[in-house]
């Protein structure tokens, strides 16, 4: 009973490098989104697929790029890391666009040095 | 600019007691709040929730109170126990039922619960 499973947990960058942060459920949820946590900001939504093949801008999405790769899986591309993006990424996923309650992976921390 | 706020980063509550987290929103267009639980290394978990049309849940020792003319929302936990101790995280949202429409989150309170 795996839920939403995000890969690496730990990651560390240099300033420039590009790198993706993976993502993947077995709810068959129809919605994913990816956030970041930052000390004192709470959770920020950087970008969200309703569906399987439309994705769109939350918050945050500067700097980063995402892709649906099908209904179970979701990515986060950052073309040029920057120590601005060192934080907590956490994916999640509901049953539906929505509001209602979201599952959440455990988390990718990442350092930009 | 927050529209969710958190304003007490910790809470420390004995065993036994009541524990009362505290949430305040800025946006008069939410109409539904949901609470989160967050561990240490992990994701939050979904908690609890309430609609606008409801000033009151409750799920086993969680209760949630929400007073939309002074936009308050808060959490109450009774008796409180030490696996209770975590972040928790105020969310809201707005357009219930109407579509999709993005979560806000607070900053989160720690609690801490000692035996």
């Known amino acids: 009973n795996a839920g939403v499973t995000q890969t690496p947990k730990f990651q560390v960058l240099k300033t420039g490098q590009s790198m993706t942060l993976q993502c993947a459920q077995d709810m068959n949820h129809n919605s994913m989104y990816w956030y970041r946590q930052d000390p004192g900001m709470g959770l920020r939504l950087i970008y969200y697929?309703?569906?399987?093949?439309?994705?769109d801008k939350g918050e945050v999405p500067n700097g980063y790029n995402v892709s649906r790769l099908n209904k179970r899986e979701f990515s986060l591309r950052l073309e040029s890391a920057a120590p601005s993006q060192t934080s907590v990424y956490f994916c999640?996923?509901?049953?539906?666009?929505?509001?209602?309650?979201?599952?959440f992976g455990s988390g990718t921390q990442l350092s930009v040095l | 600019d927050q529209q969710v706020k958190q304003n007490s980063p910790s809470l420390s509550v004995q065993e036994g007691r009541i524990s009362i987290l505290n949430c305040d929103y800025t946006n008069s267009m939410f109409d539904y709040f949901l609470w989160y639980k967050k561990y240490p290394a992990e994701g939050p978990t979904f908690l609890i929730s309430?609609?606008?049309i409801k000033d009151k849940n409750e799920d086993g020792r969680f209760t949630v109170f929400l007073n939309k003319s002074a936009k308050h929302l808060s959490l109450h936990i009774v008796p409180s126990q030490p696996g209770d101790s975590a972040v928790y995280f105020c969310a809201a949202s707005h357009g219930w039922g109407t579509g999709f429409q993005k979560l806000v989150f607070g900053t989160g309170t720690r609690l801490l619960v000692s035996p």
């Open positions: 697929s309703a569906s399987e093949g439309t994705t």
């Open positions: 999640a996923s509901s049953v539906q666009k929505g509001f209602e309650k979201l599952f």
């Open positions: 309430i609609s606008s």
